[in-house]
């Protein structure tokens, strides 16, 4: 046998990579869940859900697309068996069959997840406006943003692209986002 045909040795339980997290990958996730394997469920976006979330119907049956996504997207986030890593990428896959090491780089959201309360206060203190491209550039976000209300994980990341802290305009700004939070949940020094 070849080493990508290598069989897996002893009574382990493997773990598994979906990447993507759009409706096809959450739906892969949650079934591979089910059969209490660990997931490792790699989402480049800040939020979960893809494309389909971005839709009013789904055809041919003209369902509601939140109807179906959000569900979803809920048991994603509070699955005990899936690592969800949002902001993130595979950047390297090394191994074989049955014994693969994937090497991960999360982008830095500025935003502790495990401190953020999801206030928003955070968002309304921030003075810089862009277009959403969540909604194709028809409203505006901040530079702090949680793509839509019903985001997993709903937590608001800095797009250190437009953010003036990151851009050279600090004084423009002062960290407003910083001092509007009360959990103390955002740090512009995160790697």
Not at 36 to 50: A, D, F, I, S
Not at 102 to 114: F, G, L, N, Q, Y
Not at 152 to 158: C, H, L
Request: glycine share 8%; hydrophobic share 40%.
């Amino acid at each position: 046998m070849g080493e990508s045909a290598r069989p897996i040795a002893g009574n382990n339980k493997p773990a598994v990579l979906v990447v993507g997290a759009g409706i096809a990958g959450m739906q892969a996730a949650l079934e591979v869940a089910d059969s209490e394997h660990k997931v490792y469920l790699v989402e480049r976006l800040p939020t979960v859900g893809g494309r389909m979330m971005q839709l009013d119907k789904t055809f041919p049956t003209m369902d509601c697309a939140s109807c179906i996504g959000t569900p979803k997207m809920s048991q994603v986030g509070s699955n005990k068996y899936i690592d969800l890593m949002t902001c993130a990428e595979v950047v390297k896959l090394t191994g074989y069959a049955g014994n693969f090491q994937a090497t991960i780089r999360k982008k830095a959201r500025s935003v502790d997840i495990s401190k953020c309360t999801g206030c928003g206060a955070c968002a309304e203190a921030c003075p810089q406006i862009v277009p959403s491209e969540w909604n194709m550039g028809m409203n505006t976000r901040k530079a702090i943003f949680t793509p839509f209300p019903q985001a997993v994980p709903n937590v608001p990341m800095i797009d250190r692209a437009v953010c003036r802290i990151f851009t050279k305009h600090p004084e423009k700004c002062g960290a407003a986002c910083v001092r509007a939070c009360a959990a103390k949940a955002i740090s512009h020094k995160m790697q």
